[in-house]
């Protein structure tokens, strides 16, 4: 049985039972004495942390006094809306909304491993693979949506009709390849990022680890810009009427 976090232990202690039977259901191999793995248990975690965040902020929005907090948030969502209108053009604001939570959800699922006795979720592949999926999925789906099943499949053809034996196996990899470079991308840095932190405060406990600290939140924050700017341009090709 693998190592468990205590959040980890905490959850198993209270729906370790569910979760086995689930997981037995569904045929999917696990440890039955601690069915829900580290990484699942700080998805959780960070889903309750955004969740309580946006409450937080909901409760104490105002128009005329706004606080600190709703102004960097006020301030994350012009960012990723201007960035979504360079890029995508006209109409673009209507995916600000999950770019924005994409972007948080990286985001504090890199910097949680920071806090001690947790763990960074991203730095297991099946996280980050979660996230290149849905990301997939979505720019796939407005994709149809916005120009219809049989105008977007054809921009997998090519530009003229000879082409479409050789460019569809290349487009079709194409677009796959973009579920295993962003999984790759991520997962490589943050799991980087935490070893080489961990073993610096193990070789150096004071002083110079926190350096390696400021360089493991600067990486955190510029992977999360990177998978949701990649996203964007996804999405913008995938949505784009010259198509």
Request: hydrophobic residues 55%.
């Amino acid at each position: 049985m693998p190592e468990q976090l205590p959040f980890t232990a905490f959850l198993n202690r209270i729906f370790g039972g569910v979760a086995h039977s689930l997981l037995q259901a569904l045929g999917i191999r696990h440890f039955p004495q601690a069915p829900i793995s580290n990484a699942v248990a700080m998805q959780f975690l960070v889903f309750l942390i955004l969740v309580l965040l946006f409450i937080y902020l909901r409760l104490r929005l105002s128009a005329d006094r706004p606080g600190g907090l709703q102004h960097i948030f006020e301030g994350l969502q012009g960012f990723i809306d201007g960035q979504s209108r360079e890029i995508i053009g006209h109409h673009s604001e209507k995916y600000t909304a999950f770019l924005s939570a994409l972007f948080l959800y990286i985001l504090v699922c890199n910097l949680i491993g920071l806090v001690p006795s947790l763990e960074s979720p991203t730095g297991v592949p099946t996280v980050p693979l979660g996230c290149a999926i849905v990301a997939f999925l979505y720019y796939n789906f407005h994709g149809v949506k916005t120009q219809g099943p049989i105008h977007y499949a054809a921009h997998f053809a090519g530009p003229v009709p000879w082409l479409a034996p050789l460019m569809i196996p290349i487009e079709t990899i194409s677009h796959l390849a973009r579920v295993l470079s962003l999984t790759i991308r991520l997962t490589a840095n943050m799991f980087a990022g935490d070893l080489v932190t961990l073993v610096f405060f193990s070789l150096i406990p004071i002083a110079v680890p926190v350096v390696f600290l400021g360089l493991h939140i600067f990486v955190s924050i510029l992977q999360a810009y990177i998978f949701v700017l990649l996203t964007t341009v996804y999405l913008s090709g995938a949505v784009a009427q010259e198509h």
